[in-house]
């Protein structure tokens, strides 16, 4: 099976297209967990918020606009969700996460059934159109992604917020004498993490595939949650090792297409995950987690 | 010295609501420029009087007066934004910063930013005279230096008053010396300090006038010109704080704990770096040292809990590695924390059992079996508890300390292992903790004494050894075994 020039170029902007829902999730939650709230239910978040945008399209009368504002409200609701019940009422943080993710299996089925009338999928979105690149359609939201990690980075490292946010992370109490409003910023981490995760949700069912189907997140959550680790939260490296994921994606897809065999297809499926294991298993930055990661906050 | 106090406390009393009176009718002055000693036992109320002054704590009665205006504070940000600052025994800062970046964070709050925040900084370290690294992380700095940027924090933040809270505690003699400097300049610029302690010396040395407080009430303020030592303790306490005596001892006798060459790696840091050490029978052996020299470990070790990477640890000849085999060697324990041996919802006559029994082969336990215990523990460590049947966890701090040594020491042990046992502890059980281990010594139990109290060591044991960055520095027999001696130890 030759490659040609072409095709290296196509996998390429495919792997940009690829690697928007991990690497936007991904970033979100860099900012959570150096805020010290870790969100395991960023696959739920992203599963709702995919189911309420073409939701959101159809009902607005198939209008983009109004499906990634929805799925970023309602991301940004959970993760709010998610916020208070881990930073005021001293929620187990992974308790809660798996809540939303099984809330979110079940609700969003619950969902297309009620709207569309069958347990699997949406009638297709018309996908915006945006620019094309060696004729692959690109989205805006994959210049955005990689604004927003420049953006982020930016934040976290550069200006006085920033600091503040990552001084709660790594010692609340000390943040606290020294001034912040450790709930506050807590809350207002998780919620920009859920916002995010929304996005990306939005994304992937109104842009990337078109559609909304069951479990349309297929771990993408779990990935973006690898990633962050993979970064060591620096999300400039999350934007290189959401390329990574995304590029295997790609690849994963290509190769499908290339191969008519259906069991080898299955196969081929697997190689993002795998990936991303080996990946993840490579560049362990152990020391770079955020110190009070998890660990409820208790005022004396 | 001004006219006019600075900070005027009137009537101010505090009463938990179980009914706990902390602070009755204290009345407490500061002029501008004066050090002010507040002298007490743990729990008699310095710590609580200055947490209402810096807006921790809201006073049950009382009021506060700054610069001749009553004030209520809703919370600390308040008495900062007032000018007044509080330096904390276990320091506010966040350790992965940088010393900058906390002190950015610290003046953000007060609404300045970068560059205001960095001018503000260096006429406050110049004013001071104080050096320190700016872009050091502090998690990488002394004990001594997180002090003087606590309160370069305080003073950039433009603190008029400053808190001082058991301030040496944590430190070594030298880096003793280095703050008392501070506290100088730092009132030669006008700036009032509150110096809480229960240390005697530093009170004489360094203060303008004493206030001692006793169980919440004032006992006295007086001017520091010519006050004796003795004269605060017996002030302090009530009666006068005579030295606990120490038994005769016997000729020590054979080893009975051998540490050898001890290298101990924790996350792939050396933290002992080649250990050795001796406890005869018969004799307390001291280890002193800053906290988190090496003690910690060493005592894990000792107990099996730490695997070494080289080297071993020997109980009468036969090797420890593990707990089990510590106590089933004859090994007892007094841990360092309280609550790392107490189930505090769990009552006094379980908690009992638990460390009487550890090591144990016993299956079953009867109700009569854990009375008997609990009356044995009352009987003879003088325990003032409700019952066997309440939680440890509502017994004061020396109650609940009687119950972990009375335990532990009526199991038995040849070998006991005390760490810190005197720490928050009131005089009187104090005393009575000390007097204990000296007993066991003279009935032949061997004692190694781990304590960051230096005057503790010295009290107690026959022989000192000083633990400096994972290593023994020195050792140093009791007559010869002077502060000055262990604290050059201590820094080498």
């Given at each position: 099976m030759p490659i040609e020039a072409g095709d290296l170029a196509a996998l390429t902007v495919m792997a940009f297209t690829a690697m928007v829902p991990i690497t936007l999730t991904a970033i979100g939650e860099i900012v959570g967990e150096k805020a010290g709230v870790v969100n395991i239910g960023l696959e739920g978040i992203m599963l709702l918020a995919a189911w309420t945008a073409v939701a959101a399209y159809f009902l607005s009368g198939g209008s983009h606009i109004a499906g990634y504002t929805a799925g970023l409200a309602i991301g940004l609701l959970l993760g709010l969700l998610h916020g208070v019940i881990v930073v005021y009422l001293k929620g187990d943080q992974i308790v809660s996460g798996v809540g939303l993710n099984l809330f979110a299996a079940g609700a969003t089925v619950v969902g297309t059934l009620a709207l569309w009338g069958n347990y699997a999928n949406s009638p297709p979105v018309d996908v915006p159109q945006f620019i094309e690149i060696a004729g692959q359609r690109v989205s805006p939201l994959v210049p955005l992604t990689i604004l927003m990690g420049v953006a982020v980075w930016l934040f976290l490292n550069k200006t006085v917020a920033g600091l503040r946010l990552r001084s709660v992370g790594d010692d609340p109490r000390s943040a606290e004498a020294m001034g912040v409003n450790v709930y506050r910023v807590q809350i207002a981490a998780a919620a920009f993490a859920g916002a995010m995760a929304g996005l990306s949700g939005a994304y992937l069912s109104i842009d990337y595939i078109g559609s909304f189907t069951k479990m349309i997140t297929a771990g993408r959550g779990f990935i973006a949650l690898a990633n962050v680790a993979f970064s060591g939260w620096n999300p400039l490296l999350a934007l290189l090792g959401g390329f990574i994921f995304g590029f295997f994606e790609a690849l994963a897809g290509f190769a499908k297409l290339q191969l008519e065999a259906t069991a080898e297809s299955y196969l081929l499926q697997s190689i993002p995950y795998v990936a991303t294991l080996i990946a993840v298993a490579l560049v362990?930055?152990?020391?770079?987690?955020?110190?009070?990661?998890g660990r409820p906050y208790v005022k004396e | 010295m001004a006219t006019t106090p600075l900070v005027s406390m009137r009537g101010i009393s505090k009463v938990y609501p179980?009914?706990?009176?902390?602070?009755?009718?204290v009345d407490f002055d500061l002029y501008p420029g004066e050090v002010h000693s507040l002298l007490g036992e743990n729990g008699a109320g310095k710590t609580t009087l200055m947490r209402i002054l810096y807006g921790e704590i809201r006073p049950s009665s009382g009021k506060i007066i700054v610069e001749d205006r009553e004030v209520k504070w809703s919370g600390p940000w308040d008495a900062i934004r007032a000018g007044i600052a509080m330096v904390y025994q276990h320091f506010r800062l966040v350790e992965t910063l940088t010393v900058e970046e906390n002190l950015l964070i610290y003046l953000s709050s007060l609404g300045l930013n970068r560059a205001e925040a960095r001018s503000r900084v260096e006429e406050a370290m110049e004013r001071l005279g104080l050096e320190v690294p700016l872009v050091a992380r502090v998690g990488d700095l002394p004990m001594g230096v997180r002090q003087r940027v606590e309160i370069l924090k305080a003073i950039s933040g433009g603190a008029k008053v400053l808190i001082l809270d058991?301030?040496?505690?944590?430190?070594?003699p030298l880096e003793v010396e280095a703050l008392f400097s501070v506290v100088e300049r730092l009132k030669s610029l006008g700036v009032s300090v509150v110096y809480i302690t229960h240390k005697l010396w530093e009170v004489t040395r360094i203060s303008d006038r004493i206030t001692v407080l006793r169980r919440g009430r004032v006992v006295a303020t007086l001017k520091n010109d010519g006050v004796s030592e003795e004269e605060l303790a017996r002030l302090m306490v009530g009666e006068l704080a005579e030295q606990g005596g120490r038994g005769a001892r016997r000729k020590p006798g054979k080893a009975a704990l051998t540490v050898r060459n001890l290298r101990v790696l924790v996350d792939g840091v050396e933290r002992l770096k080649g250990v050795s050490l001796t406890v005869r029978e018969g004799e307390i052996l001291g280890v002193a040292g800053v906290a988190g020299n090496g003690q910690e470990e060493l005592v894990a070790a000792i107990l099996g809990l730490l695997k070494p990477v080289e080297g071993e640890v020997l109980l009468w000849g036969k090797p420890v590695r593990s707990p089990r085999d510590f106590y089933k060697l004859g090994g007892g324990i007094i841990p360092g924390d309280r609550s790392q041996i107490l189930a505090a919802e769990m009552s006094v006559g379980e908690n009992a059992a638990f460390i009487f029994y550890?090591?144990?082969?016993?299956?079953a336990l009867t109700p009569g079996e854990v009375e008997a215990l609990y009356r044995e523990i009352k009987d003879r460590f003088h325990l003032v508890a409700p019952g066997p049947d309440a939680p440890v966890g509502r017994l004061s701090g020396g109650n609940q300390q009687k119950v972990v040594v009375g335990s532990e020491v009526l199991r038995g042990p040849k070998l006991l292992v005390a760490v810190n046992p005197t720490q928050g502890l009131d005089i009187a059980t104090t005393r009575f903790v000390r007097g204990l281990l000296s007993d066991l010594a003279s009935q032949g139990v061997a004692v190694l004494l781990v304590s960051a109290d230096l005057d503790e060591v010295l009290e107690l044991s026959d022989r000192v050894v000083v633990m400096s960055g994972g290593r023994i520095t020195g050792e140093l027999a009791r007559g010869d075994a002077t502060p000055e001696k262990v604290g050059v130890l201590m820094g080498a």
């Open positions: 362990s930055r152990k020391g770079r987690m955020p110190r009070w990661l | 179980d009914g706990v009176k902390a602070l009755e009718n058991e301030p040496t505690s944590n430190l070594t550890t090591g144990s082969r016993k299956i």
